[in-house]
Protein backbone atom coordinates (compact mmCIF):
# COMPACT_ATOMS: atom_id res chain seq x y z
CA UNK A 1 0.00 0.00 0.00
CA UNK A 2 1.19 3.31 -1.14
CA UNK A 3 1.45 6.40 1.69
CA UNK A 4 0.10 9.93 1.00
CA UNK A 5 0.96 12.85 2.32
CA UNK A 6 -0.92 16.21 1.51
CA UNK A 7 0.34 19.87 1.81
CA UNK A 8 -0.25 23.46 0.29
CA UNK A 9 -3.47 24.20 2.10
CA UNK A 10 -3.73 27.43 3.77
CA UNK A 11 -6.31 30.54 3.80
CA UNK A 12 -6.65 32.87 0.94
CA UNK A 13 -9.22 35.36 -0.14
CA UNK A 14 -12.20 34.37 -2.96
CA UNK A 15 -10.45 34.51 -6.43
CA UNK A 16 -6.78 33.65 -4.85
CA UNK A 17 -5.21 30.40 -5.71
CA UNK A 18 -3.26 27.57 -4.29
CA UNK A 19 -1.38 24.98 -5.51
CA UNK A 20 -2.06 21.32 -3.64
CA UNK A 21 0.98 18.29 -3.72
CA UNK A 22 0.29 14.84 -2.54
CA UNK A 23 3.87 13.19 -2.03
CA UNK A 24 3.65 9.46 -2.16
CA UNK A 25 5.96 7.06 -0.75
CA UNK A 26 6.38 2.95 0.36
CA UNK A 27 5.18 2.62 -3.46
CA UNK A 28 5.75 4.35 -6.85
CA UNK A 29 2.70 6.07 -8.26
CA UNK A 30 3.41 4.69 -11.58
CA UNK A 31 0.87 2.59 -11.58
CA UNK A 32 -1.83 4.33 -10.08
CA UNK A 33 -4.57 6.54 -10.84
CA UNK A 34 -5.04 9.75 -9.01
CA UNK A 35 -7.43 11.56 -7.40
CA UNK A 36 -8.32 14.60 -5.29
CA UNK A 37 -11.65 14.58 -3.23
CA UNK A 38 -12.73 17.33 -0.55
CA UNK A 39 -14.96 17.01 2.24
CA UNK A 40 -16.91 20.18 3.89
CA UNK A 41 -18.11 20.05 7.78
CA UNK A 42 -21.39 17.96 7.65
CA UNK A 43 -21.05 17.20 3.97
CA UNK A 44 -19.70 13.49 2.56
CA UNK A 45 -16.15 13.19 0.79
CA UNK A 46 -16.93 14.67 -2.67
CA UNK A 47 -14.84 14.16 -6.03
CA UNK A 48 -13.02 16.81 -7.28
CA UNK A 49 -10.61 15.46 -10.18
CA UNK A 50 -8.91 12.40 -11.33
CA UNK A 51 -5.82 11.67 -13.83
CA UNK A 52 -4.69 8.74 -14.69
CA UNK A 53 -1.27 6.36 -14.16
CA UNK A 54 -0.09 7.91 -17.84
CA UNK A 55 -1.45 11.86 -17.59
CA UNK A 56 -3.38 10.61 -20.84
CA UNK A 57 -6.95 10.81 -19.25
CA UNK A 58 -8.33 13.79 -16.41
CA UNK A 59 -12.04 14.42 -14.88
CA UNK A 60 -12.82 16.86 -12.82
CA UNK A 61 -16.66 17.60 -11.06
CA UNK A 62 -18.67 20.19 -12.67
CA UNK A 63 -17.97 22.59 -9.59
CA UNK A 64 -14.43 23.13 -10.68
CA UNK A 65 -14.30 22.92 -14.11
CA UNK A 66 -11.68 25.48 -15.47
CA UNK A 67 -10.91 26.81 -12.18
CA UNK A 68 -8.54 23.43 -11.01
CA UNK A 69 -6.10 21.93 -12.73
CA UNK A 70 -5.00 18.22 -11.72
CA UNK A 71 -1.45 16.93 -12.71
CA UNK A 72 1.23 14.34 -11.66
CA UNK A 73 5.12 13.86 -11.63
CA UNK A 74 5.70 10.31 -11.90
CA UNK A 75 9.46 10.72 -11.24
CA UNK A 76 8.20 12.72 -8.62
CA UNK A 77 5.94 10.60 -6.79
CA UNK A 78 4.10 13.48 -6.81
CA UNK A 79 0.34 14.58 -7.63
CA UNK A 80 -0.44 18.04 -7.91
CA UNK A 81 -3.93 20.06 -7.81
CA UNK A 82 -3.64 23.41 -8.85
CA UNK A 83 -6.58 25.95 -7.92
CA UNK A 84 -7.83 29.04 -9.20
CA UNK A 85 -10.69 31.60 -9.01
CA UNK A 86 -11.21 29.68 -5.53
CA UNK A 87 -14.41 30.58 -4.26
CA UNK A 88 -15.94 30.31 -0.54
CA UNK A 89 -17.53 27.25 -1.32
CA UNK A 90 -14.84 25.40 -2.34
CA UNK A 91 -13.75 25.41 1.71
CA UNK A 92 -12.99 22.06 2.73
CA UNK A 93 -10.19 19.28 3.92
CA UNK A 94 -8.68 17.94 0.42
CA UNK A 95 -7.38 14.29 0.37
CA UNK A 96 -5.52 12.30 -1.58
CA UNK A 97 -6.13 8.88 -3.37
CA UNK A 98 -4.71 6.45 -5.05
CA UNK A 99 -6.06 3.50 -6.63
CA UNK A 100 -5.26 0.60 -8.78
CA UNK A 101 -8.29 0.93 -11.77
CA UNK A 102 -9.41 4.40 -13.15
CA UNK A 103 -11.66 6.09 -10.63
CA UNK A 104 -13.57 8.76 -9.82
CA UNK A 105 -15.75 7.00 -6.58
CA UNK A 106 -14.29 6.76 -3.18
CA UNK A 107 -15.20 3.81 -2.80
CA UNK A 108 -12.77 2.37 -5.52
CA UNK A 109 -9.50 4.23 -4.06
CA UNK A 110 -7.51 2.15 -1.57
CA UNK A 111 -5.03 4.20 -0.08
CA UNK A 112 -5.86 8.13 1.15
CA UNK A 113 -3.60 10.76 2.78
CA UNK A 114 -4.48 12.55 5.77
CA UNK A 115 -5.86 15.79 4.24
CA UNK A 116 -5.17 19.33 3.95
CA UNK A 117 -7.12 22.76 4.94
CA UNK A 118 -8.18 25.00 2.34
CA UNK A 119 -9.84 27.63 3.68
CA UNK A 120 -11.70 29.89 1.04
CA UNK A 121 -12.73 33.91 2.46
CA UNK A 122 -15.23 36.42 0.71
Known amino acids: QVQLVESGGGLVQAGGSLRLSCVAS????????MGWFRQAPGKEREFVAA????????SYADSVKGRFTISRDNAKNTVYLQMNSLKPEDTAVYYC???????????????WGQGTQVTVSS
Open 51 to 58: ISWSSSTT
Open 97 to 111: AAGWKWATKVADFDS
Open 26 to 33: GRTLHSYA
